[in-house]
């Protein structure tokens, strides 16, 4: 069975601050790794994968298999980042995906 | 071209009624999911299709849910003998099969709120 875990329900950063965004994982197999984002009032969407290895709106996130984490970072957060993030994992091959409860992060001014 | 579509967008209906919500995917995507997102409790898994496999319903609550998806396409999630704690926002979304790419593309979601 695959497990998302993200410990933080609330994140509260000031602006300019750096922010990290954690997320741990439990899977016997091979994981694939993702960061979804909503925004206030618009549709949940995708924001980064691991297999990609980009950095999105100033975000990075490094698959570390030996601490089965998945940490969402960004150096300077602003206010436009504030949103509801979850982390996803699937086993790769396969569309079966999970979701961790989501972290709310609140960027203040 | 369109992407994942949601209806109704708002249902209000009183306890103990059946409510049915509809679902239509990204044309071409084989994956179809169900999610509920409640204040406060993030994303909950209910249920999963992939093709012509048999669903994984896991994630359903209790058997006063139940989904299904007609030709491979739409799909429709029937909640029977609506509770309050069944008020929340569904989500639906679609992901291709190409293995390749996961990437879930999100509805609007149904907002159900239960009186």
């Known amino acids: 069975a695959q497990r998302v875990t993200q410990p933080e329900k609330l994140l509260s950063v000031f602006k300019g601050a750096p922010v990290e965004l954690k997320c741990n994982y439990s899977?016997?197999?091979?994981?694939?790794l993702f960061w979804y984002v909503q925004y206030s009032r618009q549709r949940l969407q995708l924001l980064l994968r691991?297999?990609s290895r980009e950095s999105i709106k100033g975000f990075t996130a490094d698959l570390n298999k030996g601490e089965t984490s998945f940490h969402l970072k960004k150096p300077f957060a602003q206010e436009e980042d504030s949103a509801m993030y979850y982390c996803?994992?699937?086993?790769?091959?396969?569309?079966?995906?999970?979701f961790g409860a989501g972290t709310r992060l609140t960027v203040k001014p | 071209g369109a992407g994942v579509s949601q209806s109704p967008s708002n249902k209000v209906t009183e306890k103990g009624k059946d409510v049915e919500l509809r679902c239509d995917p990204i044309?071409?995507?084989?994956?179809l999911y169900w999610y509920r997102q409640s204040l406060g409790q993030g994303l909950e898994f209910l249920i999963y299709f992939q093709g012509n496999s048999a669903p994984d319903k896991s994630g359903l609550p209790s058997d006063r849910f139940s989904a299904e998806r007609t030709g491979g396409s739409v799909s429709t999630l029937t909640i029977q003998r609506t509770q309050q704690e069944d008020s929340a926002v569904y989500l639906c979304a679609s992901s291709p099969s190409s293995t390749s790419s996961y990437e879930q593309y999100f509805g609007p979601g149904t907002r159900l709120t239960v009186t």
């Open positions: 996803a994992l699937s086993g790769r091959g396969n569309n079966d995906m999970r």
């Open positions: 044309s071409g995507h084989t994956a």
């Open positions: 691991h297999i």
């Open positions: 899977y016997s197999g091979s994981p694939e």
